[in-house]
């Protein structure tokens, strides 16, 4: 049977669909603009998705994203960040999405995930251990666990309230409130929904 495509495209196709939530079609879509787009342009995004791997890097206390050159985040060595406060979220992108309401002045903490066997990720894949040594070298007063409104997440934040207990460290715990729709992700709740749960976290 004859090749209804050139091999390059194909392979674009291929490629594209690939990524999370891109079906066939959308990926044959992607393709074909690409195609039909000017060749600086696709240059442009070749050399930004070959340099993402160099020109990014995570911030070996808060594990948000960084760009290579930088030793810590931003919001993490910026003095008028409230070290004794830390929102502990799952992803990076969770980050941005609280940073939008305005109203958190504290750190950061990434997980890199949340528990769930189905998936493999246990507790040793996530960025705990380091949290706990913060917890004592930041004098931290609050946690805030922001992780997402889901089963893992949940899993994941009385994991996480277990084990701050168990090494005995003095820290007033909280939740997001219940503003955000269960099996929503933090990075997609909106403005509105977010500044509502911050302030109307609830200590565990």
Known sequence: MAQLLPQAL?????EIGKLPGVGARTAERYAYHLLRANQVSNEKLASAITQLHTG????PVTFALIDSSEEVSTLYSDSSRDKTLI?????????IALERTGQYRGTYHV????????DGIGPEQLHIPELLRRIGDDSVEEIIIATNASVEG???AL???RQIEDHGLTVKMSRLARGLPVGVDLEY?????LSHALEGRRTL
């Not at 929102?87 to 980050?95: G, N, Q, R, S, T």
């Not at 997980?111 to 189905?118: D, E, F, Q, R, T």
């Not at 709740?189 to 929904?193: E, F, G, H, K, L």
């Open 10 to 14: 194909l392979t674009t196709i291929d």
């Open 111 to 118: 997980l890199g995930g949340a528990i769930s066997p189905i």
């Open 87 to 95: 929102a502990v979220v799952e992803e990076p992108l969770d980050i």
């Open 159 to 161: 994991f996480l309230q």
């Open 154 to 156: 949940e899993s994941t």
């Open 189 to 193: 709740a909106d403005q509105i929904t």
């Open 56 to 59: 990014v890097k995570s911030c």
